[in-house]
Every structure is written in C-alpha cells, then in structure tokens.
C-alpha cells in the first residue's frame, strides 16, 4: 500500500465542451482535497488544468504547479494555489513533477496530456520511476488507447506486466483505492524470442 501524500495530474490547458469531463475533473479535485492530497500539475490557470486547481484550493487542499517561464504568456500562470514553482524548460517542469509526485493520474486531454502519460509508463517500464499510472476513464475517453496496449501485447511487443503498470478507472475515488493499493516491481523491458516474453 502507498502512501498518497501528492498526486500529479496530467489534464488538459481547454476546458473542452464534454460536461462530464467537467465534473471528473471537480469530483477528482475535491477528492484530493477531502483526502489530504496535495495536487501537482502543470501550474496553468485555464482550462481543465485551472479548473483542477481551483477545485482543490477552494475545497481547502493544497496545490503545486510547476510551469515553464516560457508558457506564462500561453497558459497563464496561476498565482493562486499554495505554491507556483517556475522552471526552465517544459523537461524541467516534467522532471520535477515527477520527482513530487507519488502517483499519476491523466485526465482526459490532448497531446500534451498523451505524451506525459506516455513518459509516466516508459520510466516506468525501464525502472527510472517506480510510481503508479492511472487513467480517469470519463465516458470511456481512454478506450482507443486502452485497446491499442492490448493489441501491443497480442502482437508481443509489450510485456503484459508492464501493460499492467497502467490502471483504469472510470470512478475518482476507486482509482485512487487502487493506485494506493498497486505494487510495482521494475522487470527488464526487453523482449526477445516469444520463448522468453
């Protein structure tokens, strides 16, 4: 079982117009604040990724956002959650979200969304980062993606084990349950002939 002390969540910089990814998105945040889990994220002030935030903040939570210098002008900086760390560069601000974060939860977004998803399970897979991956499924947004890994493994491009590192769930609370109750043990992820997948 892990310890859940800060969670980063990867969301999109619009608001989009699904109202039911609204409202993950609030049920996640006044989730993390009933909890006492601190949120870290990208650190805009728009979009889902300000709408997390303020969530939070307003449920009494904490928040740290983490934003490149250069994206203050595109994503405005919020400057109204506990602490709004500003770094160099968009690898910088991954890095250090990373570094803070226990666990990872993406919600539905695009693809700046798709690609920190993306790293989260590949430093994972090579044993850069042993910390649990989760999607927030609203309306079964990640199903394309979820299907495309299943099709990785039949093929045997992807180990199952490692397919697993990636929980979903369509429900907030039963996501966090289980990303606090995810062992992760790092397996080498290379495969070689099917005899030693």
Not at 65 to 72: D, K, R, S, Y
Not at 79 to 103: F, G, P, Q, W
Not at 153 to 161: D, H, M, Q, S, Y
Request: glycine content about 10%; overall charge negative; aromatic content about 6%.
């Amino acid at each position: 079982m892990t310890s859940l002390q800060r969670v980063c969540v990867f969301c999109a910089s619009s608001p989009g117009s699904d109202p039911a990814i609204t409202d993950a998105t609030v049920a996640l945040g006044t989730l993390l604040a009933e909890r006492d889990i601190e949120l870290v994220y990208g650190g805009g002030a728009v979009g889902l990724m300000g709408l997390i935030a303020d969530t939070v903040m307003s449920a009494g939570g904490r928040v740290t956002g983490v934003i490149p210098a250069g994206l203050f002008s595109a994503e405005v900086g919020h400057r109204e959650i506990t602490i709004l760390e500003e770094v160099a560069s968009m690898h910088e601000r991954k890095a250090r979200m990373y570094d803070l974060a226990d666990a990872f939860i993406a919600l539905p977004g695009g693809f700046g969304t798709l690609e920190e998803l993306a790293e989260t399970l590949t430093w994972n897979q090579i044993g850069i980062l042993t910390k649990p991956v989760g999607v927030l499924d609203v309306g079964g947004f990640w199903q394309p993606l979820l299907t495309l890994f299943e099709g990785m493994v039949e093929r045997t491009i992807l180990k199952p084990k490692n397919r697993s590192i990636l929980l979903d769930d369509p429900d907030p609370a039963s996501l966090l349950d289980r990303l606090a109750a995810q062992e992760l043990t790092y397996e080498p992820k290379w495969i070689g002939s099917p005899d030693r997948i």
